[in-house]
């Protein structure tokens, strides 16, 4: 099974400011990953895949970058909707898909 | 629009059984792999199962495997998930999830719907 960890579980930034998350799989994965956003009591929402990709609609201050086992979500300028749980997901172990434990995103 | 709707969940006791729906909506249902991932109180995402849009194939996480079933109906376009043997560390709210693309695996999903809470609790 790949392992996902993200850093850190909690981070603290003031909107405007930029934000970067971090995604370490235990094994190679190539570019076979995806970052999900969760608001509270919200279902997740699908940022970015094949580790760089936006998603339809999402704002152009998202982006994904990374490949092997190192990957990264940055945003560049933190809006106040984008203050949520945020998880990477892998999909190069076929049908044996992992997340990340997750990483919130809180207001400083 | 593309809409996925979860129905079914509820508490039931250590040992029962529950079976989820998810109604789509807004593409060619039978086109996509579909999804369930669940999410304990709390904690984070777990994929649970995935079925083939023609139901030719089946694939399960460890820890649900011989207890679930997947299954799906694309006259009625929609998706199941048959949980038997449940066991109190199943509860969660289960979101059904489709596939990105049409047709072949891809293994990231877009839409999800909004989930149905699973409590397994005596």
């Known amino acids: 099974e790949v392992v996902l960890t993200q850093s850190p579980a909690t981070l603290s930034v003031s909107p405007g400011e930029r934000a970067t998350l971090s995604c370490r799989a235990s094994?190679?994965?190539?570019?076979?990953l995806a970052w999900y956003q969760q608001r509270p009591g919200q279902a997740p929402r699908l940022l970015i895949y094949?580790?760089?990709t936006r998603a339809t609609g999402v704002p152009a201050r998202f982006s994904g970058s990374g490949s092997g086992t190192e990957f990264s979500l940055t945003i560049s300028s933190l809006q106040s909707e984008d203050f949520a749980v945020y998880y990477c997901q892998q999909y190069n172990n076929w049908l044996l898909y992992t997340f990340g434990q997750g990483t919130k995103l809180e207001i400083k | 629009e593309v809409q996925l709707l979860e129905s079914g969940g509820g508490l039931v006791q250590p040992g029962g059984s529950l079976r989820l729906s998810c109604a789509a909506s807004g593409f060619t249902f039978s086109d996509y792999a579909m999804n369930w991932v669940r999410q304990a109180p709390g904690r984070g995402l777990e994929w649970v199962s995935t079925?083939?849009?023609?139901?030719?194939?089946?694939y399960y996480a460890d820890s649900v495997r011989g207890r679930f079933s997947i299954s799906r109906d694309n006259s009625k376009n929609t998706l199941y998930l048959q949980m038997n043997s449940l066991r109190a560390e199943d509860t969660a709210v289960y979101y059904c999830a489709r596939d990105f693309k049409a047709g072949d695996y891809v293994g990231w999903f877009d839409p999800w719907g909004q989930g149905t809470l699973v409590t397994v609790s005596s």
């Open positions: 094994q190679f994965i190539s570019t076979n």
């Open positions: 094949g580790a760089s």
């Open positions: 079925l083939s849009g023609s139901e030719g194939s089946r």
